[in-house]
């Protein structure tokens, strides 16, 4: 998911999100270590994309405030 896709969400739609990104995390690295998957990069993309997410959250919970 590209940055602007993740700025034109709301913010309670993130927050949704972040949790299924989380699960999904959990599921690839059950999945890696039980020999299921060997795409270690798969993980990497993810935490990425949940850094994204959050980062976003953040800014939109500053402006709220403000």
Known sequence: ???AEI??????KLIKQVDDVKLEITELKRGIVM?????VRAVRNK???LSRMLSVI?????????
Do not use: A, V, Y
């Open 7 to 12: 700025r034109k969400m709301d913010t309670n």
């Open 35 to 39: 020999g299921e998957s060997t795409n």
């Open 58 to 66: 953040g800014e939109k919970l500053e402006k709220e405030k403000i």
């Open 1 to 3: 998911m590209k940055l």
């Open 47 to 49: 935490r990425k994309q």
